[in-house]
């Protein structure tokens, strides 16, 4: 199995050294919290652009999408940074634990309104948006895990 491979998938409980922290609860937790913040900072900032502008309903799909493409990609990144091993999982779990927590809100909030808000869109093509928001998650930890072995990998240069 390759190294990029190995990196991504839940390491053993014991490693060779002895070292047992993967950090994947952690990676989980910090995910999470990004993408939940990045949400509300993005969303406030959405509402204040379309409230600025003089038609604002034009606004309100194209800033939505931004923002629930923007949290799963800073969620990621998150994970990459923090997860040890196990990138994958971490962010799989990440993802529909924001997932959820979109749905709850969804449910609770916006119960009357539910039918405006899904813009039309059948069951189907919902939950294809929410998979692809899951794999959002998984693309920007694992292109963060790369970007950040690469750059951990090269020689140190020496100041003479």
């Given amino acids: 199995m390759n190294r990029l491979v190995k990196g991504m998938l839940p390491a053993r409980a014991h490693t060779e050294r002895g070292a047992s922290g993967t950090g994947f609860a952690s990676g989980v937790m910090v995910g999470t919290v990004l993408s939940l913040a990045c949400t509300v900072a993005s969303a406030l900032l959405a509402a204040l652009i379309a ?87 998984c693309a920007s930890a694992a292109l963060t895990r790369q970007i950040r072995d690469k750059i951990g990998n090269q020689p140190k240069r020496r100041h003479h």
């Avoid at 629930?68 to 971490?90: H, M």
């Fill in 51 to 137: 409230y600025l502008q003089s038609d604002p309903d034009a606004l309100i799909l194209p800033l939505g999408f931004a923002v629930a493409v923007l949290s799963p990609l800073v969620g990621g990144l998150g994970i990459g940074l923090k997860c040890k091993s196990g990138i994958l999982p971490c962010a799989l779990l990440c993802g529909c634990i924001y997932v959820g927590i979109g749905l709850l809100i969804g449910f609770l909030f916006f119960g009357t309104l539910r039918q405006t808000l899904s813009l039309g869109l059948g069951l189907g093509a919902s939950l294809g948006i929410r998979a692809g928001l899951v794999a959002l998650f």
